[in-house]
């Protein structure tokens, strides 16, 4: 695998029965004779608008009792400095300590200790002590839980793979979120309360101190490694049809040949060049996928932009109103408007709605949707709360659960996921306005152009299997569209001079199989997903390897037919 995709090798350390990885400034699968009890635990620093400022290692000590980073913080005003340790407090017992001095005044959203709970957890018991001594007996969430299942933490209990296990916290106040809602492989264990006020500040020369004490016990169960990863695709409905979404990037835009059923494109009303950006997605001459973003200080431009329409085709349409209560869902009063400017117009088309930006908010929020839609949409990112690699790969089987969630929510209308991209598309938690195009035109670009959406992880090759297992993942029955990157540029399947990246070929695959009656399964492990689908030509197979090491990947096809692959790391095969 290459290193655009892998980064910098993980760090194992370990102390008796106890081992982790430590991938940059995160303490990643905290384990127990080999058992993970805790996915993660990393000190965050995140400004006014959630932005994640950098934790840079300076130096790293290494004993046999104990780990210590020393770091800085780089990066959104922040500068903070400290430590972050694991230390190892005696059998059974490991603390995680953060002690960060802040050496200005900085306004924060939140700073300290987060401690990630593996997805495994989901339905387990769950034991909650909460800051007054009182325990609660509650369960990890088995499905996606809208809401944060935990508050007024002080320490939690659950047994798990023959190991009981106690997380005692300090410092501050803690509640728990379910951060599968953003297609994280985890549960979230954070401070400070979002109740209280925020952005609060830290002065120069203050502290924050936080630890996490993780008590275990007991052995965990063994598990018989086989050397061939087996799965069982079912024939079932028709695949996905794939989309691609209008490139957001700089003009000028190259010759290319139009990809996939239909071409997405948001176009945010209160900007000056959403003309411009309609025109270029209508070049490809495929059907629009048009995301309207209201104007609050004009309310007529929904009338204007549904009048631009005329002449096109046009697959579905929603809108979304970019403040309020309702903020980036389509309710009742936007999708009303929107109506309104369609019938005006005298322009026929699917009426969709949702949420602009993750399943989380569709989850939270599906109540606003108004009846009478023609279906349900909402994008999604694996790189929201992590940039690591590892946090791209663990994404896909959270896609799966985010994806069958969606379809119960949409209660049999169709499910339209995209746009699709590697880092969000517009931050829908920014407490500051969106960067706006300074030109009528296309010289800058925008949308994502005009924010920090770019990921070098976009050219690597691995990305191309990573696409197919995501397909794989999402493509449940009841999800008619899937819209992955954009036509071309950084966030892009070509580059600004209409090269294709190995994103490409991936897409390309596909669509070749999009309507076709669809061979669907669960991946064992995560890591190595296949797809497939009943062709006029015979059964066509997508397998992706995302492990760091070759899988022997054996398929079993409905009637009992198998094909079989050595699938390298980072790759995919048409079988």
Do not use: C
Request: proline share 7%; charged share 20%.
């Amino acid at each position: 695998m290459t290193d655009l995709w892998n980064g910098e090798p993980a760090r194992e350390w370990r102390s008796g029965a106890w081992s982790l990885e430590l991938r940059d400034d995160e303490l990643a699968d905290i384990s127990y004779h080999g058992s993970v009890v805790l996915r993660s635990v990393r000190a965050v620093v995140r400004d006014r608008n959630w932005d994640t400022a950098g934790l840079v290692v300076d130096r790293i000590d290494a004993s046999g009792i104990a780990l210590t980073l020393h770091v800085h913080t780089t990066g959104l005003g922040s500068d903070l400095r400290g430590i972050v340790r694991a230390e190892v407090r005696g059998a059974g017992r490991l603390r995680v300590l953060a002690d960060l001095e802040s050496a200005s005044d900085f306004e924060t959203n939140r700073t300290g200790l987060v401690v990630l709970h593996p997805p495994t957890l989901a339905g387990s018991t769950l034991h909650v002590r909460h800051s007054d001594g009182a325990v609660v007996r509650s369960r990890f969430p088995a499905g996606i839980s809208p809401h944060q299942p935990a508050f007024d933490i002080a320490a939690l209990s659950w047994t798990h793979d023959g190991l009981d296990v106690d997380v005692r916290f300090a410092g501050d106040v803690f509640e728990m979120e379910d951060q599968r809602n953003w297609s994280d492989a985890s549960y979230k264990t954070y401070s400070r309360p979002l109740a209280l006020p925020f952005p609060y500040s830290l002065a120069a020369g203050e502290r924050v101190v936080q630890s996490v004490d993780i008590v275990v016990s007991g052995t965990p169960g063994t598990v018989v490694d086989d050397p061939v990863t087996r799965i069982r695709l079912q024939e079932g409905p028709a695949l996905p049809a794939i989309g691609v979404s209008a490139s957001t990037a700089p003009d000028p835009t190259p010759d290319f040949a139009a990809l996939g059923g239909t071409v997405l494109v948001e176009l945010d009303l209160a900007t000056r060049n959403w003309r411009a950006a309609l025109d270029r997605a209508a070049a490809s001459g495929l059907p629009l996928d048009v995301r309207f973003v209201l104007a609050d200080a004009d309310p007529a431009a929904i009338d204007h932009a549904v009048r631009a329409l005329h002449g096109l085709s046009v697959a579905r349409v929603t809108a979304f109103p970019p403040t309020g209560p309702a903020r980036h869902v389509s309710d009742l009063e936007a999708i009303a408007a929107l109506r309104h400017a369609l019938a005006e117009a005298g322009i026929e088309a699917e009426v969709v709605g949702g949420a602009r930006s993750h399943f989380t908010e569709l989850n939270r929020e599906h109540h606003r949707l108004p009846r009478g839609l023609d279906g349900i949409v909402f994008s999604s990112t694996p790189l929201f709360h992590s940039l690591s690699t590892a946090q791209l790969v663990e994404s896909v089987g959270m896609q799966r659960v985010a994806a069958g969630q969606a379809v119960r929510l949409a209660g049999g209308l169709p499910v339209h996921i995209g746009p699709i991209s590697l880092r969000p598309h517009f931050n829908d938690v920014a407490t500051t306005p969106p960067p706006m195009p300074e030109h009528d035109d296309l010289r800058d670009g925008y949308g994502s152009a005009l924010t920090d959406a770019v990921d070098a992880r976009q050219a690597a090759p691995e990305l191309a299997a990573w696409t197919v297992a995501s397909a794989a993942a999402f493509a449940v029955p009841g999800v008619a569209t899937l819209a992955y990157f954009e036509e071309w540029g950084p966030r892009g399947l070509r580059t600004a001079d209409s090269a294709t990246l190995p994103v490409f070929d991936a897409v390309a695959a596909l669509a070749a199989l999009a309507g076709e009656p669809g061979l669907r399964g669960d991946s064992p492990d995560g890591l190595v997903w296949a797809l497939g689908a009943r062709t006029a030509g015979g059964d066509v197979v997508l397998v992706a390897n995302l492990d760091r090491r070759p899988r022997a990947v054996e398929i079993e096809l409905p009637g009992g037919d198998t094909r079989a692959a050595d699938v390298d790391p980072g790759t995919f095969q048409r079988l």
